[in-house]
């Protein structure tokens, strides 16, 4: 762990100094902030800085901790001056005095406070799958319970065909759900795997027997199963831009809302053949509605001589009796889980009204 830990710092400590965007400050920042528990990396940020996942390039190495990307409930973060450049640093105080933490303190990592906040994302990150028609096709199945019911519930013990990997113990069973389609290319773009249940292995065999835990809906034959990937599970979200993003779109989000809000899940049209990466910022950008020219309709109505209406086409952009509005900015959202051709977001702020088909683009 502690390894781990040495790297991530080494990591955001050497993509911080390529970071190209300028960090502002906000004109209402405070001196210092007293961390409190519920705090993320992203909510402190924001109260200093514009745009708050620029926060790398003015964090600063306090060498009188192990690490200072561990911040803690009850830590100070103070904006102080060096050598004439702002910087955040935990532990001290506004007038530049560090603040002492006694070892006795005895927190662990574990007790830091995180990037994002972590239960909005949670479920998705064992439990999220996007897969391919023969993913599907070819995945273990339920073929019964032994409550000999169609339905299986908590605690029911399932039997499951075509078990590949003997070793692994812990399952999470999907149902096949709802099918995304690139919206400009009408490319499949994979298939939404609902998740159901989690269980673990007690016999294998032909079929393997499993324990439901952690039901969410009734398990039921024809469902499938994969191995559960722990190894989504990031302690660390380093925020940062794409190198190069041609955009994409929302089209979908979990929770079945219409209006798109503050931390809920979306996805997009990006994933890891477009270089989508978790960490990854985008903006988001409400569509711009295309609407009716009602002037421009009236005057071509009125135009009774070619030359009035050529002086007319050359006097505007738009010569059509529509016009689309231009997008506007709407919110933000970080990538937190990638497939291969679409990726999950977490909207972070909301500053309109957010929609499926609304735009994502380079971070603004």
């Known amino acids: 762990m502690k390894k781990f830990t040495i790297g991530i710092l080494s990591t955001l400590l050497s993509l911080a100094s390529f970071l190209s965007s300028a960090a502002e400050l906000r004109q209402d920042h405070p001196e210092f902030h007293v961390v409190q528990p519920g705090d993320t990396l992203w909510d402190i940020s924001e109260k200093f800085l514009k745009t708050p996942w620029l926060w790398p390039e003015i964090w600063h190495v306090n060498n009188q901790v192990d690490n200072p990307h561990l911040i803690f409930p009850g830590d100070i973060i103070a904006l102080v001056y060096i050598n004439g450049q702002p910087r955040l640093t935990k532990n001290m105080t506004p007038d530049g005095t560090i603040k002492l933490r006694p070892r006795a303190r005895g927190l662990t990592a574990d007790s830091a406070i995180s990037t994002l906040p972590l239960d909005a994302i949670m479920p998705f990150l064992t439990s999220a799958q996007v897969v391919s028609e023969s993913e599907i096709d070819d995945s273990p199945y339920v073929v019964g319970s032994d409550s000999n019911r169609l339905l299986a519930a908590e605690n029911n013990r399932v039997y499951v065909r075509g078990i590949i990997d003997p070793a692994a113990q812990k399952y999470t069973f999907f149902r096949k759900g709802d099918t995304y389609v690139d919206p400009t290319t009408g490319e499949l773009l994979g298939i939404e795997a609902i998740h159901i249940a989690e269980g673990l292995k007690e016999q294998s065999g032909d079929p393997s027997v499993f324990r439901l835990k952690k039901s969410v809906q009734e398990l039921r034959q024809g469902d499938r199963a994969w191995p559960t990937n722990d190894e989504q599970l990031r302690p660390v979200y380093f925020p940062h831009s794409p190198k190069a993003f041609d955009g994409g779109q929302i089209i979908s989000v979990y929770g079945g809302v219409d209006q798109i809000g503050q931390y809920d899940v979306v996805v997009i049209n990006r994933g890891e053949r477009e270089s989508m990466e978790v960490g990854h910022v985008l903006s988001i950008y409400q569509k711009g509605d295309t609407i009716v020219d ?14 009035a209406m050529e ?5 505007i952009t738009n010569t059509k009796e529509t016009v689309t509005l231009p997008d506007e900015l709407a919110g933000r959202l970080m990538i937190f889980r990638t497939f291969e051709k679409v990726s999950l977001g977490l909207v972070l702020k909301a500053e309109k009204t957010i929609h499926v088909l609304d735009k994502v683009k380079m971070p603004y």
């Open 294 to 307: 009602k002037i421009a309709t009236q005057r071509r109505a009125d135009s009774d001589s070619v030359g």
């Open 311 to 315: 002086k007319f086409k050359d006097a």
